[in-house]
Every structure is written in structure tokens, then in C-alpha cells.
């Protein structure tokens, strides 16, 4: 696997920790879910792109594999089965604000169906348990970091972050977000992210916060609230 990394190990020697801008791009690789028992298939390739200008943050991703699936099809002949592959050319936005601690993000439950979330949020709806262990990650001292679901018994998230660098929501919305995630396992959705480089200097477009997407109905779901300790 072949990353654009370079300059990231110099970038960090003039990085401050709470840069008003963030360019970030990650290889991105999720599993096929859907697959007959058995049959193995290599997981299908995305590039995920995160922009944060001052208070406003959002992450999206672009899927590759359609080059190789343009119809959106994954078939097995020899299974005599089909899989079907979300075929947007867009997926999984996410935005936040941080100044009105809104969340608008486009979800799909089955391909083809999306649908727009707006809610209001905590930013320390969600806590991550910091682990002891850290890994050099070209060349920057990231930490491990493990998110829990609300009932504390499934992972949700399991990040590398490089704490030096500010990234208080990440992509996918996941909030309270300890620094600048370099590697990452989203188990709900079944992809992991690598990072392939990021950038303090270049100031992000006002444009990119606000994707075509957004001009559909947002629908209101209830609050993500910290609950206060009684």
C-alpha cells in the first residue's frame, strides 16, 4: 500500500496545536458485508477527504471501487450472487459546527436511500479510553484511543492519534476526538482509515461546507446530550 506522505513528519515542526485550518486525506478501505459464507473478496477502496476552517468541520468520502463496479454491483458468478455497493458518488458527509454545536450529516441505511440528519450535540457526548500503548506513524508518536458504545460492552472506535495536532470532531462526526487521527477502525460501518497527508497552511473553501447534498430535506432527530452525573 502506497501513501502520500510526504512532508508530514516536517509539517509537525511548525504545526501549532490549535490550527484554525485542516487538510486531511486518508486511504480508506471498508469490508464487503453481504458476502455468501466462505467467500472472501479484498475490502473496496475509498479516499476520505476532512476540512476544518475555524469552527466548521466536515468529512466525506469518495469511492473508488466504482471505478472497477460502475454499475454499483459486486457479482459472484460462481456464487450465482450479487452484492450491491453504495454507488454515490459522495458518501458519508458529515458536518459540524462548532460555534452552534450542530450536526447535519447524510446517511444511508441501504444503497440508494439517503437521507439528512440535522441534531444539536455535546461535545463530550462521546469519551475515549486512552490506552499506554503508542506506535510511530511516519514519524509522529500517535497514541491509541478506544471509543465504547453507551452500554460500554461493544468498541464503536478504536484510533492512532497524534495529540500535537487538534481535531476536536473527526470524520464520521466522532466527537471529543483527542488529536489528529492517523489510523482508525470504524466497526460499525467495517472501514478502516490511513492516513496519506494533511496540511495546517492551506486555508479550506467556504464552498466545501455546504455540498449539493445539503439543498435536501434535513429531517431533526433527538439531541446527542452528555447525561450529567445526579
Keep these: 500500500m502506497k501513501f502520500l506522505i510526504t512532508k508530514l513528519f516536517f509539517l509537525s515542526f511548525c504545526l501549532t496545536s490549535n490550527s484554525q485550518n485542516l487538510s486531511v486525506h486518508y486511504h480508506v478501505e471498508r469490508e464487503i458485508i453481504g458476502l455468501p459464507d466462505g467467500v472472501a473478496h479484498p475490502p473496496l477502496s475509498l479516499t476520505g477527504y476532512y476540512y476544518k476552517k475555524g469552527n466548521k468541520?466536515?468529512?466525506?468520502?469518495?469511492?473508488?471501487?466504482?471505478k472497477e463496479f460502475p454499475q454499483g454491483e459486486l457479482r459472484l458468478e460462481s456464487e450465482n450472487h450479487t452484492v450491491g455497493l453504495f454507488s454515490d458518488t459522495i458518501q458519508s458527509i458529515c458536518y459540524a459546527d462548532l460555534d452552534s454545536m450542530?450536526?447535519?450529516?447524510?446517511?444511508?441505511?441501504?444503497?440508494?436511500?439517503?437521507?439528512?440528519?440535522?441534531?444539536?450535540?455535546?461535545?463530550?457526548?462521546?469519551?475515549?479510553?486512552?490506552?499506554?500503548?503508542?506506535?510511530?506513524?511516519?514519524?509522529?508518536?500517535c497514541r491509541h484511543a478506544i471509543q465504547f458504545n453507551t452500554s460500554g460492552d461493544k468498541v464503536n472506535a478504536e484510533i492512532w492519534y497524534y495529540p500535537d495536532i487538534s481535531m476536536p470532531v473527526g470524520f464520521a462526526?466522532?466527537?471529543?476526538?483527542?488529536?489528529?487521527?492517523?489510523?482508525?477502525?470504524?466497526?460499525?460501518?467495517?472501514?478502516?482509515?490511513?492516513?496519506?497527508?494533511?496540511?495546517?497552511?492551506?486555508?479550506?473553501?467556504?464552498?466545501?461546507?455546504?455540498?449539493?447534498?445539503?439543498n435536501e430535506r434535513f429531517t431533526t432527530k433527538s439531541d446527542l446530550r452528555k447525561k450529567k452525573n445526579s
Design 57 to 66: 468541520i466536515i468529512s466525506y468520502l469518495r469511492p473508488e471501487y466504482l
Design 102 to 141: 450542530i450536526l447535519r450529516y447524510r446517511f444511508a441505511s441501504l444503497p440508494g436511500e439517503n437521507e439528512n440528519i440535522n441534531r444539536h450535540f455535546d461535545l463530550d457526548f462521546r469519551e475515549w479510553s486512552i490506552q499506554k500503548a503508542t506506535e510511530i506513524i511516519h514519524g509522529m508518536e
Design 173 to 214: 462526526n466522532l466527537l471529543n476526538v483527542p488529536g489528529l487521527i492517523v489510523k482508525a477502525k470504524l466497526h460499525g460501518t467495517r472501514e478502516t482509515y490511513y492516513l496519506k497527508e494533511f496540511s495546517t497552511s492551506t486555508e479550506p473553501k467556504d464552498n466545501l461546507f455546504w455540498p449539493k447534498e445539503f
